[in-house]
């Protein structure tokens, strides 16, 4: 199929492009890379009436940081933000993570603000939001904003973002000490979206004490599940199997997932009782270095 008529415009600068979608209101969307947006046009699961080309906005095409924050603009291609050394020195779990996404072709086109604001919850860089605790910044005509991750996705394909609102840039937490990370899927094809996902990012002391933990899955509910209950579980303690095993089992009774046609709901709930031992190991052997 194709997609419905629409009017397209490209605009030069962010100004016009915020202007373009105050004027449109619930019937303008952005394109950018096109990777979520164009196959839902084609099968007429959208039909905007108005399409607002923002490849050529590069002010918002960057990666940077300083000694607390990295900072992505939404523009910004995934395959870009895979190979950078920046990224991969001061936040290890992203580049982790994109290298998850679809295939090359599709990290060369998508975008980092285009994935998250889709906000699928099987979807690795909403996930990895979540799990870090970015902070989205978003802009109108009248107002910019930021948000915290744990506001941000409301339910399955939602986020608190409004018609005339765009996701400009991404802040994310720069982890000092001995920290490490790990991000897992299950998919059942390289390049498909994750039926589980896991992500942990964690902080030792030097007694080999976890001191700080953060531990979130993707594809157990309508939006990336960030589990409260690892850190006071884990925080001050060594990780041993029978942590490591209450934790799984904490996660197994947390998780509410739906069956469909990929997976059954307990067969997600055991990919999320699996994977999530795996990942808080491996994020702990990692800062152990």
Not at 12 to 23: Q, T
Not at 47 to 66: A, H, V
Not at 93 to 117: D, Y
Request: proline fraction near 4%; glycine fraction near 8%; include cysteine.
């Amino acid at each position: 199929m194709k997609p419905a008529k629409f009017d397209y415009y490209r605009p030069k600068d962010l100004p016009e492009a915020l202007s373009l979608l105050e004027s449109s209101g619930f019937d303008g969307k952005i394109i950018a890379g096109g990777q979520s947006l164009v196959p839902i046009m084609n099968m007429r699961l959208a039909t905007p009436e108005c399409l607002i080309d923002i490849n050529g906005l590069q002010d918002l095409n960057f990666i940077e940081s300083d000694d607390h924050v990295l900072k992505i603009g939404t523009m910004t291609r995934q395959n870009t933000v895979e190979t950078s050394q920046l990224i991969k020195d001061q936040c290890g779990l992203v580049t982790e993570a994109v290298a998850h996404i679809g295939h090359l072709q599709t990290r060369n086109r998508g975008t980092i603000g285009g994935s998250i604001v889709h906000a699928d919850p099987s979807a690795e860089l909403p996930l990895v939001m979540m799990a870090l605790n970015g902070t989205l910044h978003i802009s109108s005509e009248d107002e910019t904003r930021s948000v915290n991750a744990e506001d941000f996705f409301l339910t399955f394909l939602t986020t608190d973002m409004m018609p005339n609102e765009m996701l400009t840039e991404v802040h994310l937490p720069i982890w000092k000490g001995r920290v490490g990370s790990s991000f897992q899927e299950i998919a059942r094809r390289h390049g498909d979206f994750a039926l589980v996902a896991a992500a942990c990012q964690l902080e030792l002391d030097a007694h080999d004490r976890i001191s700080d933990i953060r531990l979130a899955l993707g594809g157990v509910e309508a939006i990336p599940l960030l589990i409260g209950d690892a850190k006071e579980l884990l925080a001050g303690e060594r990780l041993t199997d029978a942590a490591l095993q209450k934790v799984a089992d904490v996660v197994a009774g947390s998780v509410e997932p739906e069956s469909d046609l990929h997976a059954s709901a307990a067969y997600r709930t055991q990919l999320a009782k699996v994977l999530t031992a795996r990942v808080v190991h491996q994020a702990y052997e990692r800062a152990k270095g």
